[in-house]
């Protein structure tokens, strides 16, 4: 298990669409987010699950990171994915960075961490028994126009014992 667990947005948002946002909660306990991450999210403007977001803020298993390192640089990322690795970078392991942009999980991975997306969450709520069916997620998510390749659902879905 991770000491630290540290999500970019797109797990967030795409969990808060498929009812799985506390999902993380019983999965990880607290999970923590970029100043950047969190003015991502909570925009303002009532977007898809911004207000189950922001419960989970206000529940406090969910928490603004305190610091905000502004190195090493990476200008191929957003604000957000940058942020997530520059703090995962300056904590001590072992940590998990929740993220699903292909670019941000290449750099995170070069750089040496361990990096999990919506889909693998998914599939550790199924394993946990926090859910009946990955598949059904899956299903749920793709509905609420959050893609996820379609290699990446069938590895998970073999994993779990749905393939």
Not at 1 to 7: I, K, P, R
Not at 128 to 136: K, M, Q, T, Y
């Amino acid at each position: 298990m991770a000491g630290l667990v540290l999500s970019d947005a797109s797990p967030l948002i795409a969990l808060s669409r498929v009812g799985g946002l506390s999902w993380l909660e019983r999965l990880f306990g607290v999970v923590w987010l970029p100043q950047q991450v969190a003015d991502e999210v909570l925009s303002g403007q009532s977007l898809s699950g911004e207000a189950e977001i922001e419960a989970a803020i206000a529940a406090g298993w969910l928490r603004v990171h305190p610091s905000t390192p502004t190195m090493p640089e990476l200008p191929d990322l957003d604000e957000g994915e940058a942020a997530c690795i520059r703090i995962a970078l300056s904590e001590p392991p072992p940590l998990l960075l929740l993220m699903d942009e292909r670019a941000g999980r290449a750099v995170a991975r070069e750089l040496g961490l361990k990096v999990a997306g919506t889909a693998a969450v998914i599939g550790m709520a199924k394993t946990r028994g926090l859910i009946p069916s990955a598949r059904e997620v899956f299903t749920r998510l793709h509905a609420a126009e959050f893609r996820v390749a379609a290699e990446v659902i069938k590895e998970i879905l073999r994993r779990v014992g749905e393939e």
